[in-house]
């Protein structure tokens, strides 16, 4: 009995009944078909259609749709399955709809279509198809800072090859599974790991960003096939990267000299240099700046810094190290080195760097990718706030970084950095109109006055920490540029120089874990606003006397 003959009798049974959904074409071509009664009863043999529009017609044997008249139904039904039809079925149906997305133009970019095959090649237990279907969603998921919904993905791929039986287990799947795996299925499982770190990551979970990307190590230690020759060893450059950012981050603890972070890098560099590829290289390089940096060593960081200039080419690396890496980290290195240059004293050196990264690194860089952009431009940021290039540098920030994101994510989506978007816009108008009036200030006196706006989660903090001045210590300045202005009352200018001073000193704490310059910026900025603190006060006891 043909496939039709067996719904057929299930519709007549009461079990299934058919579903007619036409599209725009279908309209064009036979008008609306639930309009009349008996336009569901026609045939194709009653009508003269074009070959074109034949496939188009909601009766034709491949459009034919049926559902379970109820809930009920479908469980049983399912119940008494045996697990692998169950999977010839998802197979079948992710076959389908797959080559349909192939046939509809307008379908290649509909991301709930393509997670909807996704879910039936996952219960296919198609790992591989699965995979590669939750890499593809997930990035594009992250690009417009849906990373809860692609960490989703993400998990549903690795609980698919959880086993229940018990036994060592590595990454929450067992060593018996991984011993099956082939080197191409343990790369793309490597990968979905490393994908999930980055995710979470960009949500600030940073603990659970560091268990995905140690459980994507602990998998690559173990798994036998990893050790054989068809085995892509570049896959798992990334993982180092990962882990070196959580550890700025602050999850993961070190003792003073370092040592983790020290045999981090020394591997990642040998394992890179051994690869040959000036991408993966690039990265391992730009990390061993920064921990040179971080140990004091700044000559020998932009000693570094010269070996990836004669390696670093932007126009043809950029997409590969950001789809490596999640963001240009080579790139970033330059950000990093205006810090070095400061701790040197070299102002020229740092400001030419700036003008650098402006000039010819962002402009090339995905202006979609608004985390990586914002990482390359805070160090030049803050460093032409701090020579009176305050509302320049505004422009700059709202041109680079804001505009694109609303562009091409919209105001309402989300990435790593975005709550320091609005503070730091405060802080760069006030600086840079300190003697103008300015158009918002009831707005930043809400946002100042309001102790909420200081709870910053403290992965963020360590993070943007290690490339310039805390977030915190910019949210400071705030109150501290508030308490300035002379057309406030005084009253709550003492409120404001009083919130200014203990979030700076906050910012002073937490930047003991970060760059340098980080903690002299906040040692800075403490002594003037105690001295404005002094100022309010000499004002206050004139007005009593």
Not at 115 to 144: C, D, P, R, Y
């Amino acid at each position: 009995m043909e496939l039709c003959a067996h719904f057929d009798v299930a519709e007549k049974e009461g079990i299934l009944e058919q579903v007619v959904s036409s599209t725009k074409h279908d309209q064009d071509e036979f008008g609306d078909p639930a309009d009349e009664e008996g336009n569901l009863c026609t045939g194709l043999e009653d009508v003269f259609i074009s070959p074109s529009g034949r496939k188009s017609h909601p009766l034709y044997s491949d459009n034919r749709r049926y559902r379970f008249t109820h809930d009920s139904w479908k469980t049983s039904i399912l119940s008494v399955m045996l697990d692998g039809r169950k999977e010839e079925m998802h197979e079948q149906i992710a076959t389908v709809l797959e080559r349909e997305i192939v046939e509809e133009t307008e379908s290649k970019d509909d991301l709930e279509l393509q997670i909807h095959v996704f879910k039936h090649w996952n219960l296919s237990g198609n790992f591989t198809k699965a995979a590669e279907l939750a890499l593809m969603i997930g990035g594009q998921l992250m690009i417009l800072g849906l990373n809860s919904q692609a960490d989703l993905l993400f998990s549903d791929v690795i609980v698919s090859l959880k086993n229940e039986q018990g036994g060592v287990s590595y990454g929450d799947i067992s060593s018996s599974v991984l011993d099956a795996l082939e080197p191409a299925e343990l790369e793309l499982l490597i990968k979905v790991y490393i994908a999930k770190g980055k995710a979470l990551c960009n949500l600030a979970k940073g603990r659970a960003g560091a268990e995905a990307y140690q459980s994507a190590l602990d998998i690559l230690h173990y798994t036998p096939c990893a050790f054989e020759q068809d085995f892509d060893r570049s896959v798992s450059f990334p993982i180092f990267s990962g882990l070196f950012l959580v550890l700025k981050m602050g999850v993961i603890e070190q003792n003073e000299g370092g040592s983790y972070e020290v045999g981090l890098c020394k591997q990642f560099v040998e394992q890179a240099r051994l690869n040959n590829d000036p991408v993966h290289y690039g990265r391992a390089l730009a990390m061993q700046g920064e921990t040179l940096a971080r140990l004091g060593k700044f000559e020998e960081a932009l000693d570094n810094l010269e070996t990836i200039k004669s390696i670093y080419d932007i126009e043809t690396q950029h997409v590969a190290i950001c789809k490596a890496y999640g963001s240009d980290r080579v790139g970033q290195a330059f950000s990093h080195s205006v810090n070095w240059n400061h701790a040197l004293g070299r102002t020229d050196a740092a400001l030419a760097t700036c003008k650098y990264i402006v000039e010819e690194i962002v402009p090339k860089s995905d202006p979609k990718n608004a985390h990586n952009t914002f990482c390359l431009l805070y160090s030049v940021i803050v460093t032409m706030k701090e020579h009176d290039k305050a509302l320049e540098a505004r422009e700059l920030m709202i041109a680079s970084i804001v505009a694109p994101f609303e562009e091409h994510v919209g105001s309402g989506g989300s990435t790593f950095t975005k709550p320091m978007w609005q503070p730091i816009l405060m802080v760069l108008d006030m600086q840079g109109n300190e003697d103008k009036e300015i158009e918002h200030i009831d707005e930043y006196l809400d946002w100042a006055l309001n102790d909420s706006s200081y709870a910053l989660k403290s992965v963020i903090e360590g993070a943007m920490g290690n490339f310039s001045a805390t977030p915190l210590a910019m949210f400071a300045e705030v109150p501290y540029y508030l308490a300035k202005r002379k057309e406030v009352d005084l009253e709550k200018r003492k409120c404001l120089i009083q919130t200014a001073c203990t979030q700076m000193e906050k910012s002073l704490e937490n930047a003991q874990k970060c760059i340098p310059y980080a903690k002299s910026y906040a040692e800075e900025k403490i002594a003037a606003i105690r001295a404005l603190a002094a100022e309010l006060d000499g004002i206050n006891s004139t007005y009593s006397a």
